[in-house]
């Protein structure tokens, strides 16, 4: 018997650009130069899914602090 795995948040690359708060267009401009290695699944031709988790992931990678 196999586990059932937890649900994975996923967001559409306007939600995810949003959750990041830039626009749609740069994040697709970071997929296709490769900028920013964000993981993505492209879903047929133009439909792109983020994991919430990634992002997260993202985000905790350039976080940065203010040292006094």
Known sequence: MQLSQPTEIKLTRKEAAAELGISPQTLANWASSGRVSIPFYKVG???????????DAYLASVRQTQTV
């Open 45 to 55: 031709r133009k439909k792109v899914i983020y994991h919430k988790s990634d992002l």
